[in-house]
């Protein structure tokens, strides 16, 4: 399975909507995950089960989608959010498992 | 909540073995249905990763097929550490290593480790 983001860099005003795309190269359910990394930092959950917030993660965070389709909304942009966003499936192992990822800037 | 560390040598000369040590806090090795892992990501390329394998609570091991012969993952569960050791090293494995657990299999990572950059180089 390959699993391509886009765009590859988002840039957003403060305040605005930030919207990340992942695709899937074949169907994987409902068994996607988002992440943040900041740089020298471990990487974050996010997003579970394509829309289940991990523990702590703040409401301005969403996912949607199934299948081949998903996304990770930002309703409101805040400074802390700069960092670069992955998705990862869990339906099939060994894995290509990781996108490359959407860094997400301010404008 | 549960905290993971990597610690190793950061320059690993060609054709030598990498080690690392992932040492668990606020969790057990030796507990629970969980699958500690080590994952990698390459720096020159496009941030791209791979997964290297894992150790499960209860015993098990398995690897990436890709890396099958030259990777070890190896437990102290009197220490709760889980250990890496990749041989033949090549500029190819210059990477970030990171340990992370799993609590099924498959599954997301829902805890890592800051991870350690090692360098491949004379």
């Known amino acids: 399975i390959v699993m391509t983001q886009s765009p590859a860099t988002l840039s957003v005003s403060p305040g605005e909507r930030a919207t990340l795309s992942c695709r899937a190269s074949q169907g994987v359910g409902s068994n996607l995950a988002w992440f943040q990394q900041k740089p020298g930092q471990a990487p974050r959950l996010l997003i579970y089960?394509?829309?289940t917030r991990a523990t702590g993660i703040p409401a301005r965070f969403s996912g949607s989608g199934s299948g081949t389709e998903f996304t990770l909304t930002i309703s409101s942009l805040q400074s802390e959010d700069v960092a670069v966003y992955y998705c990862?499936?869990?339906?099939?192992?060994?894995?290509?498992?990781f996108g490359q990822g959407t860094k997400v800037e301010i404008k | 909540q549960v905290q993971l560390q990597e610690s190793g040598p950061g320059l690993v000369k060609p054709s030598q073995t990498l080690s690392l040590t992932c040492t668990v806090a606020g969790g057990s090795v030796n507990s629970g249905d969980h699958y500690w892992n080590w994952v990698r990501q390459y720096p020159g390329k496009g941030l791209e990763w791979e997964w290297i394998?894992?150790?499960?609570?209860?015993?098990?091991?398995y690897y990436n097929p890709s890396l099958q012969g030259r990777v070890t993952i190896s437990v102290d569960r009197s220490k709760n550490q889980f250990f890496l050791n990749l041989t033949s090293m090549t500029a190819a494995d210059t990477a970030v290593y990171y340990c992370?657990?799993?609590?099924?299999?498959?599954?997301?990572?829902?805890?890592w480790g800051q991870g350690t950059l090692v360098t491949v180089s004379s």
């Open positions: 990862q499936q869990y339906n099939n192992w060994p894995p290509e498992m």
């Open positions: 992370a657990r799993t609590t099924e299999w498959p599954s997301y990572f829902d805890y």
């Open positions: 089960g394509a829309s």
């Open positions: 394998g894992y150790i499960y609570s209860r015993g098990s091991i």
